[in-house]
């Protein structure tokens, strides 16, 4: 198995709400570390590491030990397959509504 399949996929990794969350709150700042994610969200830092072992291993988070401390901050580049997956269907539908508009157009 090549590294690149062993990485977990990037849609799983955002389909989760509290993984959002912290991709959104790590987009706001330069890095936390993990006892001021954890304070956002009601559960354990157990709970939180695990969240955030999943980012990290689509590629969405980069982890690095200050001592005894974990800081993390977003890497927002795998997020581009994203946007452009959804990019096509943004295509797809200013298409549709265009042609609703011509449609509507007609039967005035």
Request: glycine content about 2%.
């Amino acid at each position: 198995m090549n590294e690149k399949s062993q990485a977990r996929d990037v849609y799983e990794a955002v389909a989760d709400p509290t993984r959002r969350k912290i991709l959104q709150m790590l987009a706001d700042v330069e890095e936390l570390p993990l006892h001021e994610i954890t304070v956002h969200f009601q559960m354990g830092r157990t709970a939180v590491s695990k969240h955030l072992a999943i980012l990290k291993d689509a590629d969405l988070v980069i982890a690095r030990r200050i001592g005894r401390e974990t800081r993390y901050r977003l890497n927002a580049t795998p997020l581009r397959e994203i946007q452009d997956w959804v990019s096509y269907y943004e295509g797809f539908w200013k298409q549709r509504i265009i042609k609703l508009n011509l449609l509507l157009e007609e039967e005035k």
